[in-house]
C-alpha cells in the first residue's frame, strides 16, 4: 500500500528541502530538479503544492516573519505597557536581531537582496505592510486616547510611517550598510515618529 501524506506535511517536507538546498547549494544553483530529488516525489507533485521555485522561496520569507508578526502583535496587546513604550519595543524587535541570527536567516536576506527577486518582495513588503499596519494604528490610536500622541489622523500617520519604515529598513539592507550606517538611519526615523506624534524623541531611547 503507497504512503499517502496529507498535502501540508508533503508540503512542509518541499519547504522544509528547498530551505536546506538553498542554504547548502545557493538559491540560483539550486533547481526544481534537486527539490524533487531530495525530496523524492514527482514533478507533477511538487507544481500540485507550488507553482515555480519563486513561490517556494516567498513562502519561505513568510514563514520566517510569522514570529516577528506575533511578537509585535503581543507587544501591541500588553496592557501594562504605555503606547511610546509600544513603538519602543516595536524598534527593537524589528531591527535588533543580531541574536538571532541563523544560517538559514543569511541565506534568506542574500536570496531577497538577488535582483531577480525585486518584484517579488516589493510584493512581500505589501502584505508585510497590511500586517503591521492595524497593529500600528491601534498603538497610535490608544496614544491619541491617552493624550499622549497628538495626532488627528491615526490610521493615516500610521500607514505614512509603516510603509516609509519597511521599505527604507529593506532597502539599507539591500545596501549592506554597517551598523553605524544602519544606527543613524535608525536615528532619524526615532526623529520623524517623535516629531509627527508630538512626544520628545528620549522616549523612544534605550
Known amino acids: 500500500m503507497r504512503d499517502v501524506k496529507l498535502p501540508e ?48 522561496l516567498y513562502i519561505l520569507v513568510e514563514k520566517s516573519v510569522k514570529p516577528l508578526i506575533l511578537q509585535m502583535e503581543k507587544i501591541v ?11 519602543k519595543q516595536f524598534l527593537q524587535t524589528t531591527i535588533i536581531q543580531e ?4 544560517e538559514e536567516k543569511v541565506t534568506l536576506q542574500e536570496t531577497v537582496q538577488l535582483e531577480k527577486n525585486r518584484y517579488m518582495m516589493d510584493r512581500f513588503y ?15 490610536e490608544e496614544g491619541k486616547e491617552q493624550n499622549v500622541f497628538q495626532v488627528a489622523y491615526p490610521y493615516e500617520t500610521a ?11 529593506n532597502d539599507i539592507k539591500l545596501k549592506k550598510l554597517g551598523i553605524e550606517e544602519m544606527e543613524i538611519y535608525l536615528e532619524a526615523f ?17
Open 9 to 56: 506535511v508533503r508540503k512542509a517536507e518541499i519547504l522544509d528541502a528547498s530551505m536546506k538546498l538553498f542554504t547548502e547549494k545557493g538559491y540560483l544553483q539550486t533547481t526544481t530538479q534537486d527539490i524533487i530529488n531530495q525530496v523524492g516525489i514527482s514533478r507533477g507533485l511538487l507544481y500540485y503544492h507550488f507553482k515555480n521555485k519563486e513561490e517556494i
Open 77 to 87: 496587546n500588553e496592557t501594562s505597557l504605555s503606547p511610546a513604550e509600544k513603538l
Open 126 to 140: 505589501h502584505k508585510f505592510i497590511e500586517k503591521l499596519l492595524p497593529l500600528f494604528t491601534k498603538v497610535i
Open 190 to 206: 526615532k526623529g520623524v515618529l517623535a516629531k509627527t506624534l508630538g512626544i520628545e524623541e528620549s522616549i523612544l531611547n534605550w
Open 159 to 169: 500607514h505614512f510611517l509603516v510603509t516609509g519604515y519597511v521599505f527604507v529598513s
Open 99 to 102: 541574536d538571532s541570527v541563523t
